[in-house]
Each structure stands twice: as structure tokens, then as C-alpha cells.
């Protein structure tokens, strides 16, 4: 059963702290995506990579976060140092390579909620 | 924001009724994808449609898509309460990778 997985699955830390989340995509998966998701502002893209490249980080605060894919399985955002805005849900997907007329879905991880005081 | 817009907010209904969620886009598309959403948990896939389909079934999911308008539907038959989760549509750019996610409609399935 495949399927993308995210650790912590909970944080709580405090402001100033580095929080790095991880995730697994799919094996055999070339995209991975990390989304944000908060009551207020909906689910926004954070960063994402294809072939472990970064293809888009525009929508992550550079001063604070970065993300990277040191291999194939892993995934990983980092905050440093994190804040009590940066409190959300942080997903994970990934995606298939595409073929044709590629259907571009995701499938997400459980996510990792983050809290920081 | 180039997110699409849903409506309605949020829904409810009696388990047994049928449930209409409507989003609207702003770009052309090549697919359209509903995704749902249960508290707590990750998005999960449930339906894509073509740009060149006016509507596809899945199950107890029914998808339409007018390009023309720029809107798709979802409609859920016989909804029980297991339904109850927030239904995101999303949309797909073109030159990227990318998809673009609705804000969603939030589901409430009564016994």
C-alpha cells in the first residue's frame, strides 16, 4: 500500500526554535510538493521539486524556511528560526512522472501539525 | 490569488440527500480534479475530468465541467455520513507541475 509519509506527525516547540519536518513520497514518484494549511489563509503552496530539483520555492518566507531533497525518499522543510505565525498543518504530496496528457495528481501525506509557542 | 473559488462554504445535509459543491476557476485548463479532505488527514484524489468531458461518474460522484464558464460541479448521491469531510477542487498549470486548490466546501452528513 503505498502511500507519502510525514514525520512528526505533531509538533509543539517554542518561538526561536528550528523545527525540520520530513517526508517520504511514493516510490517511483518524481514531484514532491510542500503545502501549508491553516484556517485562515486555506492550503498554499510552500515549495516544490522535481527530480529532487527545486522548481519553485516562491511561495516559502526565505529568511526562515528552506527545503531540500537530499536523495530520492526524503523530503525535508526546515524553520529556523520558527514563530508563532508559522503554526499550520504542513502536507507533503507527491506525483507520478508524467506521461501524455499527464493528470498531474498528488497524493498527499498525513501531515505534520505544528504548533509554536 | 489564483485559487478557485467554491461554493457553497460549507453544506449541510441529511444522510440520504444529494450534495452539490460548485467551483469556479480563473485560467484555461487541461484536467480538473475533486479532492476530499476528512478533519486531520491528508487530501485524497477522488475524481479527474479532461477539459474536453462534460462529465464523468464515479461511484455515488458525479463531475461536470463547462469551460465556457470556467465551473465545475461535484455531486455526491445518497450521501451518508461518512461524506462528511471539506471537497477541494483543483486545477492544473499548464507550464508547471502545479496545481491550483479551491478553498474548499465543508461537509456536514447527518444520521
Known amino acids: 500500500d503505498a502511500r507519502v509519509t510525514q514525520t512528526p506527525r505533531h509538533k509543539v516547540t517554542e518561538m526561536g526554535q528550528e523545527v525540520t519536518m520530513r517526508c517520504q513520497p511514493i516510490?517511483?514518484?518524481?514531484?514532491v510538493f510542500w503545502y501549508r494549511q491553516t484556517m485562515m489563509q486555506g492550503l498554499e503552496l510552500l515549495a516544490y521539486?522535481?527530480?529532487?530539483?527545486?522548481?519553485?520555492d516562491s511561495g516559502m518566507p526565505k529568511d526562515r524556511f528552506s527545503a531540500e531533497m537530499p536523495d530520492a525518499t526524503l523530503a525535508t522543510l526546515k524553520i529556523q528560526p520558527s514563530e508563532p505565525r508559522d503554526s499550520a498543518v504542513y502536507f507533503c504530496?507527491?506525483?507520478?512522472?508524467?506521461?501524455?496528457?499527464?493528470?498531474?495528481?498528488?497524493?498527499f501525506g498525513p501531515g505534520t501539525r505544528l504548533l509554536v509557542l | 490569488s489564483q485559487q478557485g473559488e467554491e461554493d457553497p462554504q460549507a453544506l449541510s445535509i441529511q444522510e440520504g440527500e444529494n450534495a452539490t459543491m460548485n467551483c469556479s476557476y480563473k485560467?484555461?485548463?487541461?484536467?480538473l480534479q475533486w479532492y476530499r479532505q476528512n478533519s486531520g488527514r491528508g487530501l485524497v484524489h477522488l475524481i479527474l475530468i479532461r477539459s474536453n468531458e462534460r462529465e464523468k461518474h464515479s461511484g455515488r460522484l458525479r463531475v461536470t465541467l463547462d469551460t465556457s464558464k470556467k465551473s465545475s460541479s461535484l455531486l455526491i448521491t445518497a450521501s451518508r455520513a461518512a461524506d462528511t469531510a471539506s471537497y477541494f477542487c483543483?486545477?492544473?498549470?499548464?507550464?508547471?507541475?502545479?496545481?491550483?486548490f479551491g478553498t474548499g466546501t465543508r461537509l456536514q452528513v447527518f444520521p
Open positions: 483543483a486545477t492544473d498549470d499548464d507550464n508547471t507541475d502545479k496545481l491550483i
Open positions: 516510490l517511483g514518484h518524481n514531484t
Open positions: 521539486f522535481r527530480n529532487r530539483a527545486p522548481l519553485d
Open positions: 485560467t484555461s485548463i487541461n484536467n
Open positions: 504530496a507527491s506525483g507520478a512522472p508524467e506521461s501524455g496528457r499527464a493528470s498531474k495528481t498528488q497524493y
